[in-house]
Each structure stands twice: as structure tokens, then as C-alpha cells.
């Protein structure tokens, strides 16, 4: 039997073609056609108010540190059980890390536990919507509403997913928060190889995140007539992608309704496949809150204790399937572990020891994903 791995870069086809066509255009630096065509694709589609494409997600975060202006000493709040540009992107402008616990029912931070953490210096609260399923914003927004605090989207994981709001309004991650950031990172649901975005819905920031974006100069406004020369106004990077790679999001991005469904499927069959066996054996299945929407990003199960989880990966790989934990929690990481002088947060170490994903991406067929279910049911 064939090898099924985790992830597979599932491509349309035109990448290749819109690639060569933004080098007949002979511009191929960033900001220009293709560059457009992909912010005005996010705008128009999930209403964000404006769009910045970026060499990275991880990019996109460090820009959202340098447009809320943290200062050294300033204290920003991040989930413990999450990528490190969750909180390096902080880090890197002086800022202390103050870590958050996840829910007992999904990864995602626990609300309640948010008051607690926030003190004088709390400049932000970073949120990441693990799976691409929805933290419960409407609390987190009163939260941070209530104190001035700025509310940072890690929407890495969430294209095309959505919350729910008590009037029933469905919003689109990334629309909530003051900044949020999005990747294109080659293990997600649409990709460039390397790549994200940075969504700006407080319009106060729009001017300035242009030019943080362009190494600190106001050339987009310059391009515009805007003004008569270009120069240096503020500090900034070079968090603009090339045209190449704009030209190879647009083509994944005019398939994204048939990616998302594909995926969506995908995820449904494993929930169905996997449901009896889990209830039975007590294990945790991706669990979605009425708030929240599913966008196929990932699929995991929490085992009972990370040896029964580390057996389920090693049984899956002698059946040549690919299964994967996750994050360890960054409160314990080689970097942080040392200067950690918060809380416990057992919730992230739980993850950290029993979470396992499987398989998920476009090219899995079901007879695939039946064989990945039935395998784990008979190795258990
Ligand atoms: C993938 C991911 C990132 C990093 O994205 P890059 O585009 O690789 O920088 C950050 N945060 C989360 C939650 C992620 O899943």
C-alpha cells in the first residue's frame, strides 16, 4: 500500500502561468498587479477594510508589534500553545510575554482565564484561532475594550473561517481584531511556499502600516501622487513579497471555494469515521463552539496520555501513514523555559503531550482517509 502523508502542497496548475506572466510584465518587485489582485481578492470577498500582502505571516505579526508601538517593558498576552511568531514578533520589539493557558475543550486561550493576566503595562492580547476554529472574540473584545487594549489576530490557520456574533452576525476571522495576520506558508489552506498578510480593520493604522511595509518610506503614496518625492519617514522593513509570489497566490486563491470544500469534506469524513471509536475510548475530537466555524485546515484527536499517543503515531507509520503532534508550549521552550515566572498552564502541556494530526490535505482520497481511520482503529 501506497505512503499517505501529512501534508502534500496541492497546486491549481496556473501558478506556473501567472508566474510567467507577471515576468512578461516586466515588473516583478512587489506591490504591483498580481500584489493587487490579491489584496483586493481579500477585501472584497471578506469585507476587510484593508490588505497588505507580506513576505510572511510571521512578518505580518512583526509588523502589528511596530504599528501598536510596543515598548520595551510593555506586556503582551499570547496562548502558550501556539507557533513561536506568536510571541517572538513581541519579543523582538522589548516586550514581555505573558502566557495564557488553553481552554480545557480546544487549544484555543482560555477567556476566563485572560483577567487575571492583564496588569498595568498590558499593552495586547494576541489570540490564535488553532484549527482555524474561532476564539470566543466577542469576550475577548470586552476584555480588552474595557482597558484599551489592542487585539491581535493570529489567523494563520483561519482563511475562510468565521465567528459568530450574539446577534447571530457571521464575521470573518481576521475582521476582528484591531490587526490580524494570515500565512500562505506551504502547510496551509492556500499557499505561496512562503508568504502571509497583514489585515488592518482600525483605519488608523492604514498610512502607517504602508510605510513600515515599504522599509519605512511613504513610496506607496508617492506611486499615488500623493506626494512629490519618496523618502525615509519611519522606521520599517522589507515585508513586501515579490510579484512571483503574489502571481503564485492569485492562482491558488481564484480555487479557494473548491480547496475549502474539498477540505471541509475531508475533515466531516474523519469526524464521522472517528466519533464512536473516540466517545469509546475517551478520546477528544476537534470541538466546535457555537460561535464557531470549521475551514478544514486540521484535523486532531487528544489522546488519553502522550504514550498512547506517541504508540498511535508509531502504529500509523509502520502502515506508512504520517501523523503529527504539534506545538510545545512556548512557557516551556529551550528559549522561555528559564525566565518563566507565570502561572502553570496545564491545559498547553496537555496539548503539547496528547495532541496528534492526521493526514489532511486536497489530494487525499476518501478511500485515504478510510484507511488512515480504520488503521487507528485497529491499532488501539
Ligand atoms: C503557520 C503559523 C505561523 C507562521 O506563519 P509563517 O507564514 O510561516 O510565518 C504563525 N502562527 C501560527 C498559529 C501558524 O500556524
Known sequence: MGKIDFNQPHLTGRETKYILDAVSKKKISGNGYYTKLCQNFFESKYNFNKCL????????????????????????????????????????????????????????????????????????????????????????????????????????????????????KKRPLGSIGHLAAFSFHETKNIISGEGGMLVINDLTFCDRAEIIWEKGTNRSSFFRGEVDKY????????????????????????????????????????????????????????????????????????????????????????????????YQSLHNSVYFKSTYTGVPLPNSEMYTERLLRLPLHFDLSTEDVDRVCQTIIESE
Open 231 to 326: 523618502g525615509w519617514v519611519d522606521i520599517g522593513s522589507s515585508f513586501l513579497p515579490s510579484e512571483l509570489i503574489a502571481a503564485f497566490l492569485y492562482a491558488q486563491l481564484e480555487d479557494l471555494d473548491t480547496i475549502q470544500t474539498k477540505r471541509k469534506l475531508i475533515w466531516q469524513q474523519y469526524l464521522s469515521n472517528l466519533r464512536e471509536w473516540a466517545d469509546y475510548k475517551n478520546i477528544l475530537l476537534p470541538i466546535l463552539p457555537d460561535y464557531a466555524t470549521n475551514n478544514g485546515h486540521l484535523f486532531y484527536i487528544v489522546h488519553v496520555s502522550e504514550a498512547k499517543r506517541n504508540g498511535l503515531i508509531n502504529s500509523l507509520k509502520a502502515k506508512g501513514i504520517s501523523s503529527v503532534f504539534h
Open 53 to 168: 500582502l507580506t513576505t510572511s505571516c510571521t512578518d505580518a505579526l512583526e509588523m502589528a508589534a511596530i504599528l501598536i508601538n510596543i515598548q520595551p517593558g510593555d506586556e503582551v498576552i499570547v496562548p502558550s500553545y501556539t507557533f513561536v511568531s506568536t510571541a517572538n514578533a513581541f519579543i523582538l520589539r522589548g516586550a514581555k510575554i505573558i502566557f495564557a493557558d488553553s481552554t480545557n475543550y480546544n487549544p484555543n486561550i482560555d477567556c476566563e482565564q485572560i483577567a487575571a493576566l492583564i496588569g498595568p503595562k498590558t499593552k495586547a492580547i494576541v489570540v490564535v484561532h488553532y484549527a482555524g476554529i474561532s476564539c470566543d472574540m466577542e469576550k475577548i473584545r470586552e476584555l480588552a475594550d474595557k482597558r484599551n487594549l489592542y487585539v491581535i489576530e493570529d489567523a494563520a490557520q483561519a482563511i475562510d473561517s468565521f465567528y459568530s456574533d450574539l446577534n447571530g
